[in-house]
């Protein structure tokens, strides 16, 4: 089965760069949402879209911002890159928004690094 | 979103039932227990989740107490394949919205072989 598509796997960065995250859903779920998870931390909401609106926002700082396109893939773009960014970053997907329950469906991650 | 409380870490040999307790006493009447678990790096996979009633599937079962402030899942065979973190998240129901899931700290259960 298809399952959620993160590029790139890995990133490295230095400070003050810019970086762009991908996620390419699940075919047929139109709700993407996107978490951080810092070394030896637990995985943290940053932000998720529902029909390519803004749904839900959880602890993204201002430097960070993401958007959902017309093919539902999604793109976390993060700026003024500080060394606490660097984590794990991952995208999740679930069918419609409407659907009873809350069952998403992650990805392998991206693996953010910054020097 | 209500907060949950898990032991940190817990032991089972392979072959037996792993039963990880979570308790969510100020969980409201909207809201359902999610089970997820992480193993090492991965992105979170889901398991079960249920409101009031017991729920079985072919990973695992649910056990939610009448009153609904507390939960049990029960891994029925573990494996070493079953190491991971285990989180109990309390979320609303989706009915429309994207909710993004609140991850505690989960409970580290180890299989030992």
């Known amino acids: 089965a298809a399952g959620v598509i993160q590029s790139p796997r890995h990133l490295i960065k230095e400070k003050r760069e810019t970086a762009t995250l991908k996620c390419y859903p699940i075919p047929r779920h139109d709700t993407v949402y996107w978490y951080q998870q810092g070394p030896g931390q637990d995985p943290q909401f940053l932000i998720s879209?529902?029909?390519?609106?803004?749904?839900d926002k959880g602890s993204i700082p201002d430097r960070f911002s993401a958007q959902q396109f017309s093919d539902y893939h999604s793109e976390l773009n993060m700026s003024s890159l500080e060394l606490g960014d660097s984590a794990l970053y991952f995208c999740?997907?679930?069918?419609?928004?409407?659907?009873?329950?809350?069952?998403?469906?992650f990805g392998p991650g991206t693996r953010l690094t910054v020097l | 979103d209500a907060k949950t409380t898990q032991p940190p870490s817990m032991d089972c040999a392979e072959g037996r039932a792993a039963n990880l307790p979570c308790n969510h006493s100020?969980?409201?009447?909207?809201?359902?227990v999610y089970w997820y678990r992480q193993i090492h790096s991965q992105g979170p996979q889901y398991i079960i989740h249920g409101l009031k009633n017991n729920e079985t599937n072919e990973m695992a079962s649910l056990i939610i107490t009448e009153d609904r402030k507390s939960s049990t899942l029960i891994l029925p065979h573990a494996t070493l394949r079953d190491t991971a973190v285990y989180y109990c998240i309390v979320s609303p129901q989706g009915g429309g919205g994207a909710d993004g899931l609140t991850f505690g700290k989960g409970t580290h259960l180890i299989i030992q072989p």
């Open positions: 879209f529902y029909e390519k609106m803004q749904s």
């Open positions: 999740a997907s679930s069918p419609t928004g409407s659907s009873s329950y809350n069952e998403q469906f």
């Open positions: 100020t969980i409201s009447g909207n809201e359902y």
